[in-house]
């Protein structure tokens, strides 16, 4: 299996008006690799995949995925506009967005069908895949209905299937255990390692730091629109003396200090009695 990276971000650089989305992000994801955007609300995490995933413009920087480049060099805060032909990467790119949305007066089979017939899969090849994605995904029962009936976590399955169907090379999925029961995310698990063995690159981002532990290889701490630290777990966990990713998170964000003043708040003063 090759180990080419597929998806590259160099300096990457978003801003709506003053509001920084994120700043120099530099980003790399290898064939066969996992790799995890950790951080708080509002840190940067959604607006570094979606301009990886030719959904949004940076301001500044270039991005790579596949063979399509794009982005800007100049200093500007004007964000560029997107390659035209970007289009023609979405059938390599699977992407799930963070919000639950589906086309509501759909069913879950209608909208597989149209995205299958998109990416012009064969039809019967298309009819057994979606099978196979429905019942993995324990949906077969609800795929008649329309979606509009469906819960977060059923929305969430159908993303997922509807990313997944056209066998994308690069994945890219926001939030992927949002609204799921704990059942289906040991299969979300399980999916993210097939793709990965079968040399797929995987992009996401989570606040669920034990799922994320469990998958990925490597991990950005996205923190105040940049990227404050990245590693594999181990790596992290050493550097900042930490026990497990959310302390390193802490630690690498500047947490530290805050321990310290803990301490310092809630010591015993020297002459008190106890
Ligand atoms: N369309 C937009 N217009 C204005 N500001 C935006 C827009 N999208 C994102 N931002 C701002 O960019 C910053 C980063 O937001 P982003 O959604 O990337 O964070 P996040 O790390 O994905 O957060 P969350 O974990 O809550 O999804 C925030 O300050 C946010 O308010």
Not at 16 to 38: H, N, S, T, W, Y
Not at 127 to 156: F, N, P, Q, T, V
Not at 255 to 272: C, K, S, Y
Request: charge should be neutral.
């Amino acid at each position: 299996m090759t180990n080419a990276v597929l998806v590259e971000a160099d300096g990457v650089t978003r801003w709506f008006g003053e509001v920084p989305g994120i700043q120099d992000a530099d980003l790399k994801v290898r064939a066969g690799e996992i790799v995890a955007l950790v951080g708080p609300n509002g840190a940067g995490k959604t607006t570094l995949m979606n301009i990886v995933a030719g959904i949004l413009s940076p301001s500044r920087g270039r991005v790579r995925v596949l063979d399509y480049t794009w982005g800007t060099a100049p200093e500007s805060r004007r964000p560029a506009p997107l390659p035209p032909d970007l289009w023609r990467l979405r059938r390599h790119l699977g992407f799930v967005p963070a919000s639950h949305e589906v086309p509501e007066f759909l069913t879950a089979r209608e909208f597989l069908r149209f995205i299958a017939a998109l990416y012009e899969n064969p039809r019967s090849e298309a009819e057994s895949a979606i099978e196979r994605w429905l019942a993995y995904l324990d949906l077969s029962g609800a795929a008649d209905r329309l979606m509009k009936g469906y819960s977060h976590g059923m929305r969430k399955k159908v993303q997922l299937a509807a990313a997944l169907l056209p066998r994308p090379r690069v994945f890219i999925c926001d939030e992927p255990t949002s609204g799921l029961d704990p059942a289906t995310v040991v299969l979300v698990r399980d999916l993210f390692h097939a793709l990965a063995q079968q040399g797929v690159a995987v992009l996401l981002a989570t606040h669920d730091l034990p799922f994320a532990e469990k998958v990925a290889d490597r991990f950005y701490f996205v923190h105040s629109s940049r990227i404050a630290a990245q590693g594999s777990a181990e790596e992290l966990k050493a550097r900042y003396h930490a026990s497990d990713l959310a302390e390193a998170f802490l630690f690498a964000v500047g947490g530290g200090e805050r321990r310290e003043l803990l301490r310092e708040l809630v010591a015993h003063q020297p002459n008190e009695t106890p």
